[in-house]
Each structure stands twice: as C-alpha cells, then as structure tokens.
C-alpha cells in the first residue's frame, strides 16, 4: 500500500519548491508514494507557476497519457503525482476594498470597515491582488484563509475540494503529514503557513465532520528566509503599483515573521516540525529583468536556487521521519526548530541534503537521473527515440515500438526542464544547471563541474558522463564505467550491452517499464 | 624441391577426405572472426543505428570470402597437383561440396548461435524474430 503524503506550495517561492520536490519524485526519492500536491498562489499568470505547471504536466503524461497512474518502486518517476491546485480569483474584483464593498460598507457598517482602517493602510487596501499580497501578511492571511472556505464552499468539483476530501480519507484511515513549503520574507507564502492547517480544518468540516485533521494530521514547514534580492523600484513604479515588496525589507520581513511565529501559540500548537533555511547574503539575483521590478505575472519566472532543493528535501525529512516522533511532538505540542549549516568551504555535498544514512540512495539516484537526461535528451543517444523508431528489435527486443509518442515526447520536454533544453540552437539551462550556477559553479553543489561546462550540443555530445557525473576525491568516484579497451568501446555501446542483457521488468505502462529498465542498466554499470 | 602430386585414387581419396576436414575448419574460423567483427562494431545510439546491418554485411563478406576463396585455392592450387583428369574432376566435385558445406556450416552454425544469443550483437545480425 502506498505511503500518501501531502504537500503544499504557496507563492512563487512554494511553486519553485514544489519543482525541486517534483525533481525528487523524478529521481526516484519518493518510491511507492502517492504524492497529493496542492500549488497555492494567487498570481495564475506567474511565470513560476506556468513552469510548475509545464513540469507537473510532463511528469504526469511520462507516466501515461490516459492510463491509470500507480506508485512504483526503485525507478525514476516513481512516485504517483496527484496536482492539484488552487488561485483566489482576482480577475475581476482585484483589490481589497471591492472584495470588501469598502465603499458601501462604510455606510452600511462603519463599525466593519473602522477595523479595516485600523489595520490596513490605504495602500494596501487598494493594491492589486493579482500578483500576491506583496509582503501585507496580515491582509494575506485573511484574504487567504476566506478564499479557501470560499473555494470549498461554492466549487463543487474543485481542485482544493479534491485536495481536502483526499485528507479527510487519509486522516480517517491513518495520521497524513502535510508539508508545506513558502517563503516568509513576500507576501503569499509568509500569510498563509500560519493559517492553513486552521484553513484546511475548517473546509474539512464543512465537507464532513467524521474526522478532526488538525488534530490527526501533522504539520509541518519550511521557514524560508530571505535569499534573493532583485531591482529596487523606481519611484514611478511605486506610485504605479500603489505598494511593492521590496528585497530591502525580506530580512526585516523574515524577522518579523519568525517573532510571529514564535509567539504564536496556534502556530506552536499546530505545527510539529519548522525547518529553517536561508542564506547569509542576498546576492543572488533570479529574475531575468536586471533594470526593473517585475511584481509578478509571466515575467516572473526566476531562476531555482539550492535553497528550494533544501526546502525539498525538508519536505523528504518530514515524511520520513518517524511517527512515533511527531507524535510526541503532537501530544506535548512541541514545536521542533531544524536548521543545518553547510561546511565552510561552501560546497554542498550529498550528505548535507539527507543526511549519512541516505546519501548513498540519493547520489544514486540523482547522478543516474543526470545520466540518463544525456540518453534522453541527445540525438546522438536518444534511447527512448530508438525504442520507438523499433530499433530494439534489432535486438531482439519487441513492444517498445508502439510507445506512446506523447509519453516520450513528455518525457523529453521534462529532461529538458531538468537539465537543459535547446532554443533557435541555444542551450538553455534546466532546473540542475539553475541550482548549480546558484551554489557558486564550479565544484560547489554535488556533482563533477565538467557536468555543466559545456555551452554547445557538441560540447554535450563528447561529455563523457560515464565517468565524469561524480567529483573526484568523493565518496562516489568510483561510481563510473569504462568505456572499452584501448577506446575501442564507446560509452552508448557499454550501456546499451548491457541494456540488452537487463531483465525486462514487470511494468505495464511501455513508457515506464523503459525507464525501468534504463534504472536497472544504470545501477548495474555505474555499479550501485 | 619435389612438387607433391596425387597421382592414385587412394590419394586423392585422402585429399577429398581432408579438404572436407579443412572446409568445417574454415567455416568455423570465418565464424570467429565474423563474431569478433561483430563485437568490434559498436552500438550506435540515436535512431536508426546502422551498426546491425554493418554486422550482417561482414557477416555475409566473411562467408563468402572464405567460401570463394576455398574454392579458388583448391581449384588453382590444389586440383594442378592431380595428374589424371578422372581423378581432378572428382576432386573438383568433392571441392563444390565442401565450399557449399562451408556455406552450409557457417549459415547454420551461425544462425544457431545467433539465435542462442539473439539480444546480443552477435544475435543482433540475424533475421529471427524476438519469441518475447
């Protein structure tokens, strides 16, 4: 029976987590796991959250166009991935004074809209919601929490509604961990970790009252602070948006959201795990626009950072991790604070993400995933395109010929966003090449620097990736094959031998049971 | 040096039994080194990989090469040193017979093995169809 976990992301910062985690149920971390993950933000068009979709979509079509979906184990693309996700509509009522009926309400409640002039500021009443709360967490928390009872409410057949009767059966057959992944330095992200485990509880409620979630499930966070800056706005900018988050103020944001929610007692009660991560400078700078600040919409697609990758693998922690811990954790109301600090010299290595006990399966999985986007992704390769062109029956290997040609198609858009894809003959840098660049390039983030210095196909055609994945002077060096004799072999001719010698697994869906059968190969001759 | 000549039937008799020894050598050898051409030659990735039709063009040239040149030798070399027409016609018969049985060996041999070994490059040169 598949483990089920819940995972939410929120604003920009969340959907970029989400993709690492997606990553991560790619490589093959989350084997024999439904994954339920809910994508939360408010700006639809953010180029972020088109990105996540594009990501979830290829993922989901690699494993079957119109077939049924299941948990596999020991493979690539093993989890079984079930999207869900939910935007307040904003289109036509976008800002907080026509949510409210200001105007009217004013005359009709003056008492009603005295709290509201308590609270907000003029600007922020008036602020386009569209691209997000823009660091105004008290209004995002109540806009937030009443979007999703709203939701609930009236969308019968909604996304959120699917998301929370999947908890409620979770939580009547067992105790479900809900992560979820947001920053607290914006606006989205910061406003709702503190209010949807009570948001969640309520729509259950109305949904059914055969269980308590909040008291069922364990909850747990990612407190991630500032880690980005990009472009101070220009005066006219500030006057046209009325009010901008700026990166100026993430380290007083995240400051202040972390008093919060250490004084908070909902949020130490509700919560059993926080994880904290940040970076010391905000040097990195994501965004594509250098000379302006893009608020929100699909200009709005920065770059992934290492740190989302971290925030992943909290998530990875958090449903791993004992329940007989959170369950203390629970019965005591105990909130557990985690942080981990990398080694001085900078360099992020496999232990630092999972840990001694899982570094091993991680570097496995992470450096034959990579192996396995040059056999994907390169003509010159292009195992999956061989299969269905019917060259395995050269070999003697029937059935794959009738893949389906949307599942490698999709398979291939996902390598491309993982690795690196090809635009008007340009390489442009996936997901893995992003992290690297943000951890400093070179030797600093887990694998050999040659793995991301070419700049041409060519340069990626002669990049030997069978001995070249892992750094030198690593744990995992020796994790290579030979390529031959005297270089007489070459690298497609070992693993292809090999491949043909791979026992044919016991997988239905042809897409998955090739990629199967690439794990397997790649285990043997990297000798895992 | 004194030439060799076959001048009795005894001793061409002796010559037909050993040119058919020396054909089953023949065809096993053409067989080694078709196989280790066949391992030489790399698998090629991308669509369409040509290296299986390259196997089975060595495959083809080795036997007919050995075939044809077995034949030659024997007709050129071999059939002079017979002194008496009778005697070099049966010769020359027996000389078709073992060619074709080299033929014979290497083909069957060959697609024996191959169909032992189908998922590999030697299995890949054959024809036969997967039983999976």
Not at chain 1, 110 to 131: G, M, N, Q
Not at chain 1, 311 to 337: C, G, P, S, T
Not at chain 2, 21 to 39: C, M, N, S
Request: aromatic content about 14%; charged content about 25%.
């Amino acid at each position: 029976m598949p483990q089920q976990v819940f995972i939410i992301g929120i604003g920009g910062t969340g959907m970029r987590c989400i993709e690492s985690f997606i990553h991560l149920c790619a490589m093959g971390m989350c084997d024999d796991t439904n994954v339920h993950m809910l994508a939360l933000d408010t700006d639809k068009e953010n180029g972020n959250f088109t990105r996540l979709k594009d990501l979830k979509e290829a993922y989901l079509k690699t494993k079957g166009v119109n077939k049924n979906h299941s948990a596999l184990k020991e493979t690539f693309f093993s989890a079984n991935l079930l999207y869900y996700q939910f935007s307040p509509d904003y289109s036509n009522i976008s800002t907080f004074d026509a949510i409210f009926d200001y105007e009217s309400t004013k005359y009709r409640n003056p008492d009603e809209t005295a709290i509201a002039d308590l609270l907000l500021t003029k600007a922020a009443k008036k602020f386009d919601l569209k691209h997000g709360y823009r660091a105004q967490t008290h209004l995002g928390s109540m806009l937030m929490y009443h979007s999703i009872i709203n939701d609930v409410l009236i969308n019968e057949r909604g996304d959120l509604k699917r998301f929370v009767q999947e908890l409620i059966t979770a939580s009547t057959a067992g105790r479900p961990r809900i992560f979820i992944l947001g920053s607290v330095f914006g606006g989205t992200g910061a406003s709702s970790i503190p209010i949807i485990p009570k948001a969640i509880r309520k729509a259950a409620s109305l949904i059914s009252n055969a269980t308590d979630i909040e008291q069922n499930a364990f909850f747990g966070s990612t407190i991630l602070t500032s880690y980005f800056s990009f472009v101070l706005p220009s005066d006219d900018e500030k006057a046209k948006q009325k009010l901008i988050a700026t990166s100026d103020k993430f380290s007083l944001n995240s400051q202040a959201a972390m008093m919060f929610y250490e004084a908070d007692d909902t949020v130490k009660q509700t919560y059993q795990k926080f994880y904290m991560m940040g970076t010391e400078t905000l040097e990195w700078q994501p965004s594509k626009f250098k000379d302006k600040t893009i608020t929100g919409g699909e200009d709005q697609e920065n770059d992934s950072h290492y740190i989302e990758l971290l925030a992943a693998f909290a998530a990875y922690d958090f449903f791993n991790v004992n329940e007989l811990e959170l369950k203390r954790l629970k019965d005591e109301k105990k909130l557990e604070y985690l942080y981990r600090t990398f080694d001085d010299n900078g360099k992020i290595n496999f232990i630092d993400l999972v840990g001694s006990e899982k570094k091993e399966e991680l570097a496995k999985k992470f450096g034959l995933f990579t192996a396995m986007s040059y056999l994907t992704l390169l003509d010159k390769y292009d195992l999956f395109g061989q299969a269905q062109n019917g060259d395995l029956k050269k070999v003697k290997i029937d059935g794959y010929e009738d893949i389906d040609l949307e599942e490698v198609k999709n398979l291939k858009i996902y390598m491309g966003l993982y690795h690196f894809y090809f635009r008007n003959g340009i390489i442009k840098d996936g997901w893995l090449r992003q992290v690297h660049h943000s951890a400093g390039d070179g030797d600093k983030f887990l694998f050999s620097p040659t793995l991301f210095s070419a700049k041409s196909v060519k340069e990626l055609e002669k990049f030997e990736f069978n001995d070249s994945i892992y750094q030198k002077n690593s744990d995992f060096e020796t994790k290579k094959f030979r390529t031959g004799v005297l270089g007489m072999g070459s690298l497609y001719n070992e693993f292809f031998s090999e491949f043909i010698k791979t026992p044919e697994p016991d997988i239905t869906n042809k897409c998955e049971k090739l990629i199967k059968r690439t794990y397997d190969t790649l285990c043997k001759i990297y000798k895992f | 040096m004194k030439r060799e000549v076959y001048e009795s039937i005894k001793q061409v008799d002796t010559l037909i039994g050993e040119t058919y020894l020396y054909a089953v050598f023949v065809a096993i050898i053409a067989l080694a080194v078709a196989y280790v051409i066949a391992r030489l030659i790399k698998w090629k990735g991308g669509k369409n990989d040509s290296s299986p039709l390259k196997r089975r063009i060595w495959f083809i040239g080795i036997g007919l090469f050995a075939a044809i040149y077995f034949f030659l030798y024997n007709i050129m070399v071999v059939s002079d040193k017979i002194t008496k027409d009778p005697l070099e016609d049966k010769f020359r018969i027996s000389n078709i017979i073992a060619t074709l049985s080299i033929l014979g060996i290497y083909i069957i041999l060959g697609g024996i093995t191959m169909l032992i070994f189908r998922r590999s490059k030697w299995g890949s040169i054959s024809v036969f169809k997967s039983n999976n």
